[in-house]
């Protein structure tokens, strides 16, 4: 998380303030759910704790502060048009900022989901604090979320290598899902498609 460590402090202005390090344990937990952004209510009843700060509402307000920090540093219009990927005309929010960061960073590391071509990705609930796969096929444009899989990121990542590697339909990966046989070996996949 060096990268993002970079893009906070290359974009702050007071880079020292508290709120600064709700956003990046902010932005790292969002990543995690990608393509998906988490509702800010669940992101900051995570983050209670961090910095001392106990109720959701103060750690919204201290990640807002430092959003507002960002704005007012004019130097930062040219990467906040890099990260959100347009031009930005009004000050954003701390929700927007958080998914905005967050999707940047993850589609730039394919450490965080694999291989970017793939359609298939990982994604992190906070709700129920598993990981699932979303599905993305790009011919006809569908999306199909499994969320839910499992606790376990290397189990869900060498579920996500087999199917990149067997290269599975969605099809058979979702009779397999709801046939619930996640739960035991992927190679199992082969007799599903």
Not at 143 to 170: C, G, H, Y
Request: aromatic letters at 12%.
């Amino acid at each position: 998380m060096k990268y993002l460590s970079q893009i906070l402090t290359e974009l702050s202005n007071h880079g020292s303030w508290e709120g600064y390090t709700l956003l990046y344990y902010a932005i790292a937990e969002a990543m995690k759910t990608q393509p998906i952004s988490p509702s800010m209510d669940q992101l900051c009843k995570t983050l209670v704790g961090i910095g001392g700060k106990q109720k959701p509402e103060t750690i919204y307000r201290s990640m807002a502060r430092a959003v507002d920090d960002i704005w007012s540093r004019p130097e930062s219009r040219p990467l906040l048009k890099k990260y959100y990927r347009r031009e930005m005309v009004e000050k954003p929010t701390p929700d927007s900022f958080i998914s905005a960061l967050a999707r940047y960073l993850w589609e730039e590391s394919p450490e965080h989901h694999g291989d970017p071509n793939s359609p298939y990705q990982v994604t992190f609930g906070f709700d129920c604090q598993q990981y699932g796969i979303v599905i993305h096929m790009e011919r006809s444009q569908i999306w199909a979320s499994f969320p839910a899989i499992t606790p376990d990121p290397v189990r869900i990542m060498q579920i996500v290598d087999f199917l990149r590697e067997k290269n599975v339909s969605l099809e058979a990966f979702k009779d397999f899902y709801l046939s619930g046989g996640l739960h035991g070996d992927p190679s199992e996949l082969r007799n599903h498609g």
